[in-house]
């Protein structure tokens, strides 16, 4: 898959754009005027494989509790900020990494060049957010709440900080319908060169949310077009993360540790599939390696599929078979076969790790 | 968006292909040799709202079973067979609606056309059902085990079926990673104009073979590909129907009742989203018209998302709005809004059943 062709921005140690890894982010829901609190959910979610925290500095308190977050963390922190551009300037004096914030909601150009300046003199790259929710009335007026009119709201930021000769810019048009969304990012995609960060927004709770977000994720990074996203899910922020991980796993665009396939529970089954997937994913918790590992239950597609994996089981009749690469390494009866299979991923495991 | 232009066929009332809406499908895990464990479970996946249920028919005890089966169920049934056509002519006798099997496997060009006579006497269509685990040895030795052998696969079995006179056909390309399906899918679509069955096969379980199989059939179905889809997944098969719908409904191409939409929780929130969500949930249960319902809990873009939806409510300090088409129809103080945003879900609904 061909990706779009976009500058490349930098959010601390995270590069976003021109080929970079497409990154994960989320939010934090704790109140960011208790530090120690934002700390432990921005800490959590890194741990979780959150590679980009975003959050909302509603006000100056909240400003002043973002050198101790950042003191006290080391995941690329974006400040959310909206109408007040003082509190970006804040953020920015703080060391934040990244700013959300749409310049034609502050103001005057004056406020812009200022801002411009100051995060162009620090190396700090601003997202624009377009949200259908809440674009100038003018545009509404004109073209409806449409992706035509989430566009020419884009353009109209992106040209204010152009104009104030800013170009770190990242750009996310979220809508919460996957049609209007998918419309607002192939279009955008073909006007600017600037990385777009992907989302839906309000998707609503899992599972539907999650079935929204990876719908409307997967078909816009499947198109080749999009650098950084995050799945908004109403509810659990580090199920945001793990969703968005498996989205670019499912992409072939990441691979963050074991993928594990097992065929879907049918009346041609020989095992307890499920039983067994979940006790091999708990006994293998700690490999890292990217390898594939197949748990199948069919001796009609099992074989073949296990074969495919870089480590898979058949179950049969009272047994099962053990294959690396193709190639049957073990068979154990029905008690054994779980362990079989676990060393043999452990081996497999080893052999990344000297690569 | 268009969708790929194909032929209709009809699997009992429930048409497939030609712009026929998307159908959801789904299988049964109970022993079909037991015709009352069976059956319970076609009726609770047609209570979920699964369209078309596919049996497992392994063995001649199972084909006596069908005439039980089909008498005591209402939603359309496909017999899956894997090697023995005798069996495929026993569930066209019993009164099946589809049959899914390989011609490829089932021996001469006599059997093929003697069951191709039956299945056409009898108006039953046959799925053809190509999983990169079982392809044809000549063709992994070719081509591997990749989408263009998956292509060939398909294009092997059709023409034995249309070497019989047999063109009621639906063909699935079923593969356990997204980028060879996706490529499988749209490779053939490119050659025939049959119905195509799409799914992601061995997803694992969810959240990831939820992710999995959203991203996979999410991007097939973007394209305008795919006429019946089925939602893989290890575990609870009721899942898999509400996740084929959420994705159905992501796309905008099928209405199954109210969607929720709500923000994602964030620092910005004015109320507990989540519950509130749920609670509405339950209270509309019954509720069947396809209506949109924002739950909002952000100032920002609350009102303007919850403008778009048919029905929504935006939570402000201490109370929320409720609005119908953009217009305000309800102010109440926050321990009376949910009742106030159900009154008006009620208000639409209502008007929906008169229109």
Same mark, same amino acid.
């Given at each position: *898959?061909?990706r779009?062709?976009?500058?490349?921005?930098?959010v601390g140690?995270? /590069?976003?754009?021109?080929?970079?890894?497409?990154?994960?982010?989320?939010?934090?829901?704790?109140?960011?005027?208790?530090?120690?609190?934002?700390?432990?959910?921005?800490?959590?979610? $890194?741990? $979780?494989?959150?590679?980009?925290?975003?959050?909302?500095?509603?006000?100056?308190? @909240? @400003?002043?509790?973002?050198? #101790?977050?950042?003191? @006290?963390? =080391?995941?690329?922190?974006?400040?959310?900020?909206?109408?007040?551009?003082?509190?970006?300037?804040?953020?920015?004096?703080a060391?934040?990494h990244?700013?959300?914030?749409n310049p034609?909601?502050?103001?005057?150009?004056?406020?812009v060049?200022?801002?411009? @300046?100051? !995060?162009?003199?620090?190396?700090?790259?601003?997202?624009?957010?377009?949200?259908?929710?809440?674009?100038p009335k003018s545009? &509404?007026?004109?073209?409806?709440?449409?992706?035509?009119?989430?566009?020419?709201?884009?353009?109209?930021?992106?040209g204010?900080?152009?104009? $104030?000769?800013?170009?770190?810019?990242?750009?996310?048009?979220? $809508?919460?319908?996957?049609?209007r %969304?998918?419309?607002?990012? %192939? *279009?955008?995609?073909?006007?600017v060169?600037?990385?777009?960060?992907?989302?839906? %927004?309000?998707?609503?709770?899992?599972?539907?949310?999650?079935?929204?977000?990876? &719908?409307?994720?997967?078909?816009?990074?499947?198109?080749g077009?999009g650098?950084?996203?995050?799945?908004?899910?109403?509810?659990?922020?580090?199920?945001?993360?793990? !969703?968005?991980?498996?989205?670019? =796993?499912?992409?072939?665009?990441?691979?963050?540790?074991p %993928?594990?396939?097992?065929? /879907?529970t049918?009346?041609?089954?020989?095992?307890?599939i499920?039983?067994?997937?979940?006790?091999v994913r708990?006994?293998?918790?700690?490999?890292?390696?990217?390898?594939?590992?197949?748990?199948?239950?069919?001796? &009609?597609?099992g074989?073949?599929?296990?074969?495919? #994996?870089?480590?898979?089981?058949?179950?049969?009749?009272?047994?099962?078979?053990v294959?690396?690469?193709?190639?049957?390494?073990?068979? #154990?009866?029905?008690?054994h076969?779980?362990?079989?299979?676990?060393?043999a991923v452990? =081996?497999?495991?080893?052999?990344?790790?000297v690569d």
């Amino acid at each position: *898959m061909t990706r779009n062709d976009t500058i490349r921005v930098e959010v601390g140690n995270v /590069p976003i754009g021109a080929g970079a890894p497409v990154s994960v982010q989320s939010m934090t829901t704790a109140d960011t005027r208790d530090p120690r609190a934002t700390a432990a959910q921005v800490n959590e979610l $890194a741990a $979780a494989g959150c590679e980009i925290v975003r959050l909302a500095v509603p006000d100056q308190e @909240a @400003a002043d509790a973002l050198p #101790a977050i950042l003191a @006290a963390t =080391e995941v690329p922190l974006v400040a959310d900020i909206h109408f007040d551009y003082r509190l970006a300037l804040a953020a920015l004096e703080a060391g934040i990494h990244k700013l959300r914030i749409n310049p034609g909601n502050i103001g005057s150009e004056v406020r812009v060049a200022e801002l411009a @300046a100051a !995060a162009k003199s620090r190396g700090v790259p601003i997202r624009i957010g377009v949200n259908a929710g809440s674009l100038p009335k003018s545009l &509404v007026d004109s073209y409806g709440r449409t992706s035509r009119a989430m566009v020419e709201a884009a353009l109209w930021h992106i040209g204010l900080l152009e104009k $104030a000769g800013f170009d770190q810019i990242v750009v996310s048009m979220k $809508a919460s319908d996957v049609a209007r %969304t998918v419309e607002a990012y %192939t *279009m955008l995609a073909e006007r600017v060169r600037y990385p777009l960060h992907v989302g839906v %927004t309000e998707a609503g709770p899992p599972p539907e949310g999650l079935v929204k977000s990876s &719908v409307g994720i997967g078909i816009i990074l499947g198109q080749g077009i999009g650098d950084t996203i995050r799945v908004s899910l109403t509810g659990d922020h580090v199920a945001e993360v793990s !969703a968005g991980r498996q989205i670019l =796993e499912a992409l072939g665009l990441r691979r963050f540790g074991p %993928t594990i396939v097992s065929c /879907p529970t049918c009346a041609r089954r020989r095992a307890d599939i499920v039983r067994i997937a979940d006790e091999v994913r708990s006994r293998i918790a700690g490999v890292t390696a990217p390898i594939t590992i197949a748990v199948m239950g069919c001796e &009609v597609n099992g074989p073949g599929e296990a074969a495919d #994996a870089d480590v898979g089981l058949a179950c049969g009749n009272g047994c099962g078979l053990v294959f690396r690469h193709g190639r049957i390494v073990r068979k #154990a009866d029905t008690a054994h076969m779980v362990e079989a299979l676990v060393e043999a991923v452990l =081996e497999e495991a080893g052999s990344h790790q000297v690569d």
